[in-house]
């Protein structure tokens, strides 16, 4: 349940394939010293040395180069929550899972929050394949641990998820440890 992508096309031509890893390797480069807000459509094609006309036809927006970035780390943690070792895989009590899944959540933020934040424009959060598939899996983990109305409590529980609630605690001075320290206490109460 990944984002439908074009990022890797079934007959991608040489020079096509090697524009798209400049771009995206360029813009990774960029979010990460500038932060997503501060960087142009402009600056990626210049860092990656292509032209405006190559970048817009393959990325309409920078919201699009981000959501190419985060694709591939948001893919290796949906296969390790269907089929990875418990807590975080199957195996492990709702509770569990769920703070299994806050920590890892606080990793994956914690080194990629500003593709997550240049990723999200507007309501762009609930349209993303990924949030579709974070949200099944806390809802069943809901439902499994007996809860009367999975579906009033999914969003509560991914809320402190949101990419600019984690930079804001960031900002503040509470590192991921306490972060992910908090997230797990809050599923233990939700859940356990």
Known sequence: MTRQSVEHPHHERADAARNRRLILEAADRLYAERGAAHVTMDDIARAAGVGRGTLYRRYPDRASIALALLDAHERD???????????????ASPAERLAAFYTAMVALLDRHVHLALGAEVGRSRFEAG???FWRAHVRALVAEAGHADPDAMVELLLAPLAPDVFARQREIGIGADRIAAALERLARAALG
């Open 77 to 91: 943690l949906q296969e390790t929550l269907l089929r990875g070792e418990p807590p975080l895989g199957p195996g």
């Open 130 to 132: 990924a949030y579709g």
